[in-house]
């Protein structure tokens, strides 16, 4: 399915706003798009009998009224596939050839300067926009190449989410691209990161825990020199 007409097109802001935003209800689209609740449940039904977006019952928050639980509603595999996956037969065929031809070396050496935006970009956001913080740049970086990324606090730190992945059909069968795109993470950010998981592997977000660094104290850098002193 393609989006054209004027139905179409408030369909696709029905699941672009899912894709940003994740697994949404009904009431929070219409809230988020101006639209009213039956409307956006008109299109949500529409997507649904399409096989574009799947309904399941609403995690719970706080307390909740009588009545039957809301119904949020996610994108599947086919859903994400009408936005920026159409050329991956090509890419998986180039890629089996590159593996074929140079092995797991060459995979790898492409994977690295695909995630060369990263460090690329990195300077030139944090440059741009001095108020964020590393973790907010990376969202905008990695958003701005199409994977609708936020940032999320964690008990450890920060979690770089991403809700979508332009290459994650690719990424499936060769993970190299993940793994290229998470050590270039480590490298901006000078510290060890951690993917906790993949859309390419079945998730539904990509997710990156960020640690906070650790602090030294004072004391800690005391007894370390008297340790050397003593030695």
Same mark, same amino acid.
């Not at 949404?24 to 039904?45: G, Q, Y």
């Not at 509603?73 to 090509?90: E, I």
């Not at 593996?99 to 300067?113: I, L, Q």
């Not at 990156?208 to 370390?224: A, H, N, W």
């Given at each position: 399915m *393609?989006f054209?007409? &004027?139905?179409?097109?408030?369909r696709e ?26 409307a956006? %449940?008109r ?6 009998d *399409?096989?574009?977006?799947?309904a %399941?019952?609403?995690? +719970?928050s706080?307390?909740?009224g009588?009545g039957r639980?809301?119904?949020? =509603? ?9 936005f920026d ?6 890419a998986v065929?180039?890629?089996?050839f590159l593996?074929e031809?140079?092995?797991? *070396?060459?995979?790898r050496?492409f994977?690295?300067?695909r995630?060369a ?5 990195f300077?030139?956001v ?9 973790a ?18 964690s +008990? ?7 809700q979508?992945?332009?290459v994650?059909?690719?990424a499936?069968? =060769? +993970?190299?691209l993940c793994e290229?795109?998470?050590?270039a993470?480590?490298?901006?950010l000078?510290?060890?990161?951690? %993917?906790?998981a ?10 990156t825990?960020?640690p906070?660094l +650790?602090?030294? &104290? ?6 370390t020199?008297? *340790?050397?002193?003593t &030695?």
């Amino acid at each position: 399915m *393609e989006f054209t007409g &004027t139905d179409e097109t408030t369909r696709e802001r029905v699941a672009r706003s899912i894709l940003v935003n994740g697994a949404s209800t009904a009431a929070a689209l219409a809230v988020r798009l101006d639209l009213t609740p039956a409307a956006v %449940r008109r299109h949500l039904d529409q997507l649904v009998d *399409e096989g574009h977006v799947v309904a %399941r019952d609403a995690r +719970p928050s706080g307390t909740r009224g009588r009545g039957r639980p809301a119904k949020e =509603f996610a994108l599947t595999v086919t859903g994400r596939d009408l936005f920026d996956q159409q050329y991956d037969d090509l890419a998986v065929a180039a890629l089996r050839f590159l593996d074929e031809t140079g092995g797991d *070396e060459a995979v790898r050496a492409f994977a690295k300067r695909r995630a060369a935006f990263v460090e690329e970009r990195f300077g030139e956001v944090s440059a741009a926009a001095p108020d964020l913080g590393p973790a907010q740049v990376l969202a905008q970086v990695f958003s701005d190449q199409g994977y609708a990324a936020s940032v999320r606090d964690s +008990p450890v730190g920060e979690q770089l989410c991403q809700q979508h992945c332009p290459v994650s059909h690719v990424a499936h069968e =060769f +993970p190299q691209l993940c793994e290229e795109e998470t050590a270039a993470i480590s490298r901006v950010l000078g510290r060890h990161v951690q %993917r906790l998981a993949t859309i390419a592997h079945g998730d539904g977000v990509c997710t990156t825990c960020i640690p906070d660094l +650790p602090v030294s &104290t004072g004391s800690t850098t005391e007894s370390t020199t008297k *340790e050397k002193v003593t &030695t």
